[in-house]
């Protein structure tokens, strides 16, 4: 069983950073990929981004390449998401989710966090 607990949510402007961290908790925890989905209000929940559970390989959606960054520390149990050049269209609940392969897929995915809201304001 993995519990994870995401932090780093809040409200910022356009082009703010902000630095989302999920922590989970398990004593095989860093065994599994880790993923962010979104959710924005009206919409279906979205991939974000996935990072093995090495962390030798992530993977982004096409909308977040080159302002996010997924990373991970194995050593803290923590995985990160790192966003730079915040627009509103990333406003949406963040969720920090585990599974057995780096997917962009969310069926494919075990464990999930109770989310962290982000607001970008215009």
């Known amino acids: 069983q993995v519990q994870l607990v995401e932090s780093g949510g809040g409200l910022v402007q356009t082009g703010d950073s902000l630095r989302l961290s999920c922590a989970a908790s398990?004593?095989?925890?860093?065994?599994?990929?880790m993923g962010w989905f979104r959710q924005a209000p009206g919409k279906e929940r979205e991939f974000v981004a996935v990072i093995s559970s090495s962390g030798a390989r992530t993977y982004y959606t096409d909308s977040v390449k080159g302002r996010f960054t997924i990373s991970r520390d194995n050593a803290k149990n923590t995985v990160y998401l790192q966003m730079n050049s915040l627009k509103p269209a990333d406003t949406a609940v963040y969720y920090c989710?585990?599974?057995?392969?780096?997917?962009?897929?969310?069926?494919?995915?075990?464990?999930w966090g109770q989310g962290t809201q982000v607001t970008v304001s215009s």
């Open positions: 989710s585990a599974g057995e392969y780096s997917s962009g897929n969310e069926a494919e995915y075990d464990y």
């Open positions: 398990g004593r095989t925890s860093s065994r599994y990929a």
